[in-house]
Structures are given as C-alpha cells and as structure tokens.
C-alpha cells in the first residue's frame, strides 16, 4: 500500500500524517482485512453526506424547532457524553451526530417530501436502506464484509450523485434580486436600516476593501414565492451574508467560528462557507426569528472585520492545506466543502468519487 512498494507517487498517501500510515500498515500487517478499510472509508462519505442532508433540510422545513424531528435518545447521548469534555470531539455540538443509522433513516422515510430530490425513488431508497442498515451492522459490529458489500455501497453512492448535485448547488443558486421585497432582513441589510449595517458597509469597502452582499436562495422542494413576497418565515428559503475580501486578505475560519457570539446568533446559523482564504458567507434559514438574523449578519461583519489580515497568507498558495487546516471543525464550517463550491457551473463533478 506504499508509495514504496506500488513504485508510483501517491500524493495522498504521502500527505498523510505519520502515525496514521504507520496505524494503516500495521493493522493490514496483522491481519485486519483491507476491504474492511476500504467500506468504512465509503459508509462514512455515505453517513456523513446523509447527516449533513438531513440537518440542512430540516433546518429549513422547521427553523429554530428542526432538533424536535430528531429521536429523544439523540439528546440523552449528547447530554451524557458532554460529561466527558477531555474527549469531546468536533461533532460534539451536532446533535445530529448522535442519531443513530436506523433514526436517520426514519427521519428521511417520515419527510420524504424533503428528500425525494435529493435521493432515489422512494421504493428503490426504501430497499437499498434495508441493505444499507446490514452493511452498516457488520460494520458496526466488526464482522467480516461480505464480498459484495464494498461494490454495492459504491454503487450507492454512484445513484446519489444526480441528487446530491441537486441538493448542493440548489444552496448555491443565489437570488440577488431582493431589494424590492418587503422584508425585515433585506430592510436591515440591503436599505441598511440596522445600526451595522450603516456603520459598516461604506466603512468596510474603503478601509478593508471588503465587500458584502446579501442573497437568498431555495431548497429543491420548496415553493417559488413571488418576486416582491417577504422570504422571513418561508419554509426552505435560505438567507446569504457573504464578504468578498481583496488585496491578499484573509481571514481565519477558527477564530471566526470560535468569536463571542451569543447563543440565539450562533444557533440560528445554517452554515459557515468559504470557497478559500479570501471569502465567507453565513447562511441562516429563513424561519429563523428576522431580527435574529439581522443582528448576527451583523455580528459576524464586526468578527470578520476584526480578524483579516493582510499579506499572502499561508493559505493563498496551497489551497489543500487550507482545507485541511479547518477539517475537524464544527461540521457547520464549510471550509471548500461541497456546501461551499458546489453549483451550476461545477457540473460534471464527482461528489463520491465512487
């Protein structure tokens, strides 16, 4: 499995850190089946993607409520694991990582209408699910895989793609034509009626050569409300505050994210995106209370204000380092992720690369 032994360069083998290619080598050494590897590897870009799937439609179907569609014992585990902080991992503040496969499942099979666009046929989902679960309780439960397992599960992810597509760049087909809507929001931020937004913007282009804009977009099942229609309250809108920075600015996801926030702003954010070192966008779901909203827009762009540095940044050069740098954050932080970059015009692109 060495760059050694194969006689070709393997970029990614060799970017890894070393004590997880010598943990991959020894545990092959001794006998731990590298088919094994290979379906853990693959159930989690398939858990991970359905997670992330869930959360953001959820959140856009119910707003600040979306949690109560998750099973009670998602909560218990949550609780019962924050008593041990020393472990606490990136997920930690998701509840979402703490559903298990079989209340995942539910939650899509219970909301199909939020999914059906996303996924497969419904009868088709429904069956590869059963199967699904299986893979996942050999897995679960260390037990050899099946020789088929590895082949059906990337053929899994390979029906997905269309769907996934979908999901992602429909979050990215931005409507800047807001100015016109009678909306809280767009009142704030795009006639800058909040005290921010009329202390900020101006001061922002000048002085840090950063831009900011304010757009929505829609989720896949959702109804197209008329041009001149409030988006606040309208179930699967989504709300964009993005800044631009130029002249090598930028900016660090960690201390963005980790900024003192309060908890009703940090809870209404959707996610936190950035397709390098030099943008980011927060997005909130449109249910969330407008006010809310209009004040954490506004926190962010006195957080992201405070934070930019100038200069070629460490970053600007090796944009894998960068999307490294911030891969164990809140799974919320989108730092080049596929909530991030994925549109109209990535297309074709492998999501799965299955």
């Not at 069956?127 to 599960?153: K, M, Q, S, T, V």
């Not at 931005?174 to 909040?194: K, L, M, Y």
Request: aromatic share 10%; hydrophobic share 40%.
């Amino acid at each position: 499995m060495t760059t050694e032994r194969s006689g070709k360069a393997n970029p990614e083998w060799d970017c890894l850190p070393e004590e997880v290619r010598a943990a991959l080598t020894a545990a092959w050494r001794q006998e731990v089946p590298p088919l094994a590897t290979a379906l853990y590897a693959r159930w989690w870009q398939l858990e991970t993607w359905l997670r992330s799937l869930v959360y953001m439609e959820l959140k856009t179907a119910f707003g600040p409520l979306w949690a109560s569609e998750l099973p009670p014992r998602s909560a218990k585990r949550q609780d019962s694991e924050s008593e041990i902080r020393y472990m606490a991992t990136a997920d930690a503040q998701s509840r979402l990582a703490y559903t298990d496969v079989s209340g995942l499942m539910a939650i899509i099979e219970r909301h199909w209408d939020l999914f059906k666009g996303s996924l497969i046929s419904k009868g088709v989902w429904l069956g590869r699910a059963e199967e699904l679960r299986l893979i996942r309780n050999r897995i679960g439960h260390c037990r050899r895989p099946h020789a088929d397992d590895l082949a059906r599960l990337e053929q899994t992810l390979r029906d997905l793609e269309p769907g996934a597509f979908s999901a992602l760049s429909a979050f990215n087909r931005r409507s800047r034509t807001i100015r016109d809507r009678d909306d809280a929001v767009v009142d704030a931020w795009v006639h800058r009626e909040h005290e921010a937004a009329m202390r900020l913007i101006d001061h922002a282009e000048r002085q840090y050569e950063t831009s900011f804009e304010l757009s929505c977009s829609r989720r896949p099942w959702s109804d197209r409300v008329p041009p001149t229609v409030t988006i606040s309250g309208t179930r699967g809108y989504v709300w964009h505050a993005r800044w631009y920075f130029r002249g090598h600015r930028w900016l660090d996801l960690s201390k963005f994210w980790n900024a003192d926030y309060s908890p009703e702003q940090r809870d209404a954010i959707l996610l936190v995106c950035a397709s390098g070192p030099s943008d980011i966008e927060v997005s909130f779901s449109a249910l969330e209370d407008p006010r809310v909203i209009a004040d954490a827009i506004g926190a962010c762009f006195d957080t992201v204000l405070m934070l930019l540095r100038r200069g070629v940044g460490p970053f600007h050069v090796d944009y894998q380092a960068w999307t490294r740098e911030y891969s164990n954050l809140d799974p919320r932080i989108q730092a080049g992720g596929p909530w991030a970059i994925v549109d109209a015009s990535t297309f074709p692109i492998s999501l799965f690369g299955a």
